[in-house]
């Protein structure tokens, strides 16, 4: 093993190396990104999803740093649990540091951190690895992707990344770094796989602007603009539009508000004087003057789009001359919280802009043809396609195919699998044990999957307490058992359904005569027959029995 | 209101009027459909929708008529509820006769029901009302629009349509009646929404012949194909391209089989004898030889894809040669589960295509050229978008306005509303109280928004159940409380605060003294700020108190 590379992604069934990957040779590993992933549908009450870093556990001396290549939360979010186990050195560049220093100070932990910034056309040594920072577009400022010299061959990893010529930060991917790398002879390229089932390029971010000039020419009230707090690109172009067509600008939810400001002291966001207003002088302006930046471009049920969809926003009433621009993608599973919403904001009267109708969004992440301008430029003895969900990886590896690297030189895994490389080859090793850790309140890895199979139950029949109480000189009934209910019938209207398994209790009871014993699987028994004759719905069934 | 029309869309948020629609004149009405919605991700346990339909209860004895457009789900899957309590004689093609009389059969209605076959062109007269049946291409056989003549004037209703020039059935759309209904001046056109986001017209059933003849010739070993058990159009063409590349084929799934087996008996379905084999001959033939038809596209976790995609299908284990190909859309809100199932048959070693990556499904409802299309040729006065969300419809009106028709004539109203049409005008009325009817397990609309709300809270983060005894002379805690506690936090992992909490609840009962009332509100109280404190989580709390 000392002489081998291993390049290891971690976390579960989601996407491949997107929230962590780690490289490690001999006594030696560096960490790529510490990012979290929101919960699917069926994951209960889950707040959030770090990667299970469970493997690092007994080699937390040798990880020799911690790289970020570039500030969205699904790469940067699961920074304050990763600290708290592994004390590393991270190393971001200005804009991604700065958004992570917001998401340490909220977590007060930041004093601990030790932080470094570096910038694209860098060169830092950990342990044995040489490491380069070389710019490349996304939808935020200031990311990077890494060339990583070690021991056993060069390894490059994009970042999230698309072609873009015309960014709107005027920062164009460096092809001179690019065309440097593949001359040196590159052993293994680790590349975004998100758009890999989407033929074309990638449109440029600066189609956005037209499309929000067509939105500001036409809009007769205000324009409230929804999109993430992370996405700095967006807010600039927001913000360009505003200054074209002569309105003020508020920022609205705490979030947005931090990274704003954190953006502009940085220098990533420029916004001239005058142009941002509080956003308790909305309503100082005239309707025309105005353009609100929130969040809430998921539906999520807090956040500001959403009450302002339902009405309930504490400043905010949408009105029928008010333009609600959409300038986000859905992530999957989002679909049908998004949709209700734009349902919502139509029916208050707005006028709604979203992706489906207008190019009021674009990806950050190149599709096919970026893929191939990746390969051609590179041309990687290995590929491993990161980013992406298993059929995503696939079509990248295909694309891959296409463009002649060999199947055999294309190795696609899932999270945990072990990648190992000589100098010689690479391959597919065994995998870590280990998937997702669920964040759910301040539990860390607490809800597993008995607990989550509890939600479910109770999510989709509620439940049913029967408290016996059996006396215990007899063993016998002490009066009627009480049935408590929730989730599975209307209980009101549920009286006589109640009565029958009240019977039905006393029925097991007298038939089980004077021992307790298996009593608690009989009443379960008994009662979910009974309950599934009646309704077809299986609640789950907690028998209570006291001895009185 | 004797000598006005009204035209009312019954349902809750969704889609408008696509489940059923009521016409009403003076003491006569008729119903469009009467269908079902599928529920979103958090309805919990709720195992579909049907539409309210209280509005009807005291005029059940002048419903004339229901009238079936197609025999999809979302268009016939409520009338074994609507029949339980609106005993009218139901209108409807072959096709669509023959699935509905699936559905009563498993629901044992089919004696009660008097079901009516009519065809495109015919002409039938209920109360006051005329209706004249057009043929319209969509993607099952059989669908029609109606051309309701009224008091008032020409209703058009449009049905589930697009214009499908190369249609699988070999009917394209009935432009000549179009054109004589254009003639006879319509006063209202209803018309199809789905798709009025989408530029362009929608492509015809026909380009999945070619593609799935690319993935036929490519295929080394079978075939599995997932598809809707209604869309008999595509298992047509799955079956014309088994016998073009000479395989077999066999159908899974109940619901496949019977309806496979109906529109054969009815002659839409065309297969040559041989062709079918049973699914337990499957591994009979050599694996290049065979087409399997299988249900469950939306990943649904009981159906046959699903199983087959986790190894848990009883009779097709997934093997690396394997195409499967995901003929349909998916329906939103199920994204998730889709893309699960798409990476676990990735990860089965098998190849699979779907409609990101090859035509291999297209929509069966019009576009915006195609709603233009419409237009041109009906011209009608007034224009009411059915079928869509809120955001459909606002799309759809604002095309109907680019095609000419004043805004002040289109009609965009949510389930629930009516709209009223006398000779001259029409407007928009007052809203029927109603919304959604929640059908779980064998309750038809006993689940309201209580049950659900609890569901939610039990979803999120389970419930824990605080048994306290008093003493009945006493009124002090005889013992120590006991807590029990699901879907919370791991109980075996949390003895300690468990403990506290039973520590605190010892508190509580002295603090409180003697007297019972009130208890269970500080019980809750209490306990749940302790919770929230340490866990920061909210589970529903339960105090059960007895006097022993």
Do not use: W
Request: charged content about 25%.
């Amino acid at each position: 093993m000392a002489n081998k590379l291993r390049i290891i992604p971690l976390g579960g069934l989601g996407e491949v190396g997107k929230n962590m990957m780690v490289l490690e040779y001999g006594k030696n590993i560096i960490l790529i990104d510490a990012g979290i992933m929101f919960p699917e549908n069926d994951m209960l009450g889950i707040d959030f999803i770090i990667p299970d870093f469970n493997y690092l556990m007994d080699k937390k001396d040798i990880v020799r740093g911690i790289i970020l290549t570039h500030g969205h939360e699904d790469h940067v979010g699961a920074l304050p649990y990763v600290l708290q186990e592994i004390k590393a050195p991270i190393y971001a560049t200005k804009l991604t540091r700065g958004l992570a220093e917001v998401k340490l100070k909220e977590n007060h932990l930041l004093d601990e951190a030790e932080l470094n910034t570096i910038q694209a056309g860098d060169n830092i040594a950990l342990g044995p690895f040489r490491i380069e920072f070389f710019h490349v577009c996304h939808s935020i400022p200031d990311g990077v992707g890494l060339a990583i010299e070690t021991p056993v061959g060069l390894v490059v990893h994009s970042g999230d990344f698309k072609f873009d010529y015309t960014p709107v930060d005027g920062k164009p991917p460096d092809f001179a770094k690019l065309a440097e790398l593949e001359g040196r002879g590159i052993l293994v390229l680790l590349s975004d796989s998100t758009n890999a089932e989407r033929p074309g390029f990638t449109s440029s971010e600066r189609v956005i602007d037209d499309a929000f000039d067509q939105v500001f020419q036409k809009a007769k009230g205000r324009i409230i603009v929804g999109t993430f707090a992370s996405l700095i690109s967006r807010i600039q172009q927001v913000v360009n539009a505003a200054v074209r067509h002569e309105r003020k600008v508020a920022i609205t939810g705490y979030s947005m508000v931090e990274n704003v400001r954190m953006a502009q002291e940085l220098g990533y966001l420029s916004i001239p004087p005058g142009v941002l207003i509080n956003s308790d002088d909305i309503d100082k302006l005239p309707r025309h003057k105005v353009v609100i930046i929130a969040t809430g471009t998921q539906g999520e049920p807090s956040s500001a789009l959403a009450r302002m969809s339902i009405g309930r926003h504490r400043r905010i009433k949408v009105v029928s001359d008010d333009t609600i621009v959409i300038s986000a993608h859905a992530i999957p599973g989002n679909e049908e919280m998004i949709n209700r919403t734009i349902n919502r904001l139509f029916q208050q009267g707005a006028d709604v802009v979203y992706e489906k109708i207008a190019p009021v969004h674009v990806s950050g992440h190149g599709s096919q043809e970026d893929q191939k301008l990746l390969f051609s430029l590179t041309k990687p003895k290995y590929f491993v396609p990161i980013h992406g969900e298993l059929r995503h990886l696939t079509m990248h590896a295909r694309t891959a195919q296409e463009m002649g690297i060999p199947a055999s030189n294309t190795l696609v895994v899932e999270n945990g699998y072990i990648l190992e490389f000589d100098g010689e080859s690479g391959q597919i090793g065994e995998r870590v044990p280990g998937g997702y850790v669920y964040v759910d309140g301040s539990g860390v890895g607490d809800v597993g999957p008995a607990v989550m199979r509890d939600r479910e139950i109770l999510a989709s029949a509620g439940f049913v307490v029967a408290v016996i109480r059996l006396d215990e000189k007899t063993g016998q009934a002490a009066g009627r058992p009480e049935i408590i209910s929730r989730g599975f019938v209307y209980m009101r209207d549920s009286a006589e359904l109640i009565e029958r398994a009240q019977d039905k209790l006393l029925e097991v009871l007298e038939k089980s005569g004077r021992g307790r014993a298996g009593i608690g699987d009989k009443v379960r028994d008994e009662l979910g027959k009974l309950f599934y004759e009646e309704t077809k719905r299986r609640p789950m069934i907690m028998p209570v029995i006291l001895e009185v």
